[in-house]
């Protein structure tokens, strides 16, 4: 029986193998054949190279300032005065305590695990029913990296787009996190009035016994510190996943011919788009179908995403209402589906994984579709 096993795994992963195999040598050997080798290789590594340089770079510097920024606002209280205030919608808007505001906050200005750390301590997770503590895992991704996002799209000049994006953004979370708990429910009904966890009733504290100036300093380094690890955290994603999605989003270089130059690909994702390109139009405003690529690659990293944004720019593709769907989405989205499995996991309702990813996918249209409305309507009134 052992043996049997061992062989029907075995033929598994040589059918895996086989079809890894097949399809890597169909995609880049059409990338080739297109392009010819030589030059693939060369808009490859040339790709990678002007994304590190012109991106990933320049998202370190935005992750390092923020990083500081944010642990600043925590360390001396700015965090929890904006949790009070936002504390009075949460119940109405998200179904949540008001205590989840506080996660909102910190995911904002960081990245989505944030949350998680939050729902492991028990001070935090007493405040909610166990159906809205396993919600936040939507909640909480909706918001990560906002301030990166926002602070990006502001620096290329686009700082009114990514303001009526966050609004966006709160739409589709709010969309993600109550669909969320319906599936729980759904699924698990007694969840509706069992507690989350025990502890005890003291509030999440942020207080600190050193001297101003030392907190301060304190606070800029330890968030600086944060900053560098995730701006090296976003490297992978961006040279990889932006490089492969650029290469099948761009065309032969300004003579329609292949030079071997950076950005060059066989622009077959707008042509697929194309087909179906007043479907984008329609809910997102998009003109260009090449815009595509951005939703597209913020489902895996939101970092990889913006790699795409300043030759989007240079091409002449983008507006305030593309900044505002670009940031709602990559927002909403940024990189959920590398990230639920874990997160769920940690909570440990994996099994939920894929009702969270499709209340999430759901949420994140919705965040584009409401902020392409959201643009519409401003431009009309101002």
Known sequence: MKAFKNMKFTTKRSIEALVFLAVFFAIFGYMGHKMGLA?????????SYRLLVDTVLYLMGITVLSGALGKLLVEFGVVRLLEKILKPFMKPLFNLPGV???GGVLTFLSDNPAIISLANDKNFSHYFKKYQLISLTNFGT???MGLIVIAFMTGKG???GAVIGLLGAVVGSIVSTRLMQRFILKSYPQFKDEEAAGGNEEEISFKQDNGVFLRALNAILDGGKTGVDLGLAIIPGVLVISTFVMMLTFGPGANGEYTGAAYEGVNVLPYLAGKIDFIFQWLFGFNHPELVAFPITALGAVGAALGLVPTFIEQGFVNGNVIAVFTAM??????FLSTHTAMLDSLGYRNLTSKAILAHTIGGLCAGVAAHLFYMLFSLIF
């Not at 030059?39 to 790709?47: D, E, K, R, S, V």
């Not at 990559?330 to 990189?335: D, L, V, Y």
């Open 330 to 335: 990559g927002m909403c989205w940024s990189g």
């Open 158 to 160: 686009f700082g009114g």
């Open 100 to 102: 989840a505001a506080l």
């Open 39 to 47: 030059n693939m290789l060369n808009t490859i590594m040339g790709t």
């Open 142 to 144: 909706a918001f990560g």
